[in-house]
C-alpha cells in the first residue's frame, strides 16, 4: 500500500478512535467498544478466561452445541452457508459445522472479527474439517454480514451464528438496534442461532468476571 494511503487509512483510525472515546467518556456510564480491546494478547487472553473454572459459560454452550449440532444441520436447507459474528478460536462452532458438512458436499464458513489474531487462530482451529471451506473477515460485525449477504450466490440461504452470549455486552436498546440490524441484512429462508446466558446470581458473576486468577482484570488494563 502506498504510504499516502496508508496514513490516509491511519487518519481515519484515529478520527474513529477519538470519536468513539469522546461519545463513550460523555455518557453517565462510561465506557469503551470492545474492539479496542481485541488485539493479539487481548484475543489470547479472552480465550483463557473461557477456560477458568469461574467461567462456565463457554464449556455449557459447547455441550449444547455438541449435543444438538446435528439436530441443527437437519433443520438447515441443502444450499447453506454459515457466517459467525465474533468467532474467536472457532472451538465451539466446530461440532455444528462438521455436521452441516457431513450432509451436504461442501459448506462454505465465513468467520467475522475485529481481531486478526482471533482470525488467523480462528482459521488454523476450522482449516482441517472436511468439506468445509474457511474464511476470515476482518470487519466489524453488521459490515461484514453487509458484504457476506451482498456477495451470496443465488438461491443461497445463509446461517447467521452469533453465541458466547455476547448479546449480553449489548445495553437493551443497543441490543434491539444490533439484532434490527441483523434482520435488515437477512432474506427469507436465512436463519439466525443466538447464544444467550441464563440469569446468574450476582455472586456467580462477580467471581466469572473478577477472576481470582486475575485475567480478565488484565483484558481490561
Not at 469503551?32 to 487481548?42: F, R, S, T, V
Not at 467461567?55 to 437437519?74: N, T, V
Not at 438496534?177 to 446468574?200: C, E, N, S, W
Request: aromatic share 4%.
Amino acid at each position: 500500500m502506498p504510504i499516502a494511503a496508508e496514513n490516509v487509512c491511519l487518519s481515519e483510525a484515529l478520527s474513529g478512535l477519538a470519536a468513539d472515546v469522546s461519545a463513550g467518556l460523555s455518557r453517565s456510564q462510561k465506557e469503551l467498544p470492545a474492539k479496542y480491546l481485541y488485539d493479539e494478547i487481548g484475543s489470547a487472553l479472552f480465550e483463557a478466561i473461557t477456560v477458568l473454572p469461574e467461567y462456565g459459560l463457554a464449556r455449557a454452550e459447547a455441550r449444547l452445541l455438541h449435543q444438538h449440532s446435528g439436530e441443527i444441520a437437519r433443520w438447515l436447507p441443502s444450499n447453506v452457508a454459515v457466517a459467525e459474528l465474533g468467532s474467536g478460536s472457532g472451538r465451539k462452532t466446530r461440532p455444528v459445522l462438521q455436521a452441516i458438512a457431513s450432509l451436504r458436499d461442501s459448506v462454505c464458513y465465513t468467520a467475522i472479527d475485529v481481531s486478526q489474531a482471533a482470525l488467523d487462530s480462528c482459521c488454523n482451529q476450522l482449516n482441517s474439517l472436511s468439506g468445509v471451506d474457511v474464511r476470515g473477515l476482518q470487519l466489524p460485525y453488521l459490515d461484514g454480514l453487509g458484504e457476506i449477504c451482498a456477495r451470496r450466490r443465488g438461491d443461497e440461504c445463509l446461517l447467521v451464528l452469533f453465541l458466547g452470549s455476547s448479546i449480553g455486552n449489548f445495553e437493551r436498546e443497543q441490543a434491539a438496534h444490533f439484532l434490527r440490524g441483523i434482520r435488515k441484512r437477512l432474506q427469507p429462508g436465512d436463519a439466525l442461532l443466538l447464544g444467550a446466558d441464563l440469569v446468574k446470581p450476582r455472586a456467580q458473576l462477580l467471581t466469572a468476571y473478577d477472576d481470582p486468577a486475575g485475567v480478565t482484570a488484565r483484558l481490561s488494563i
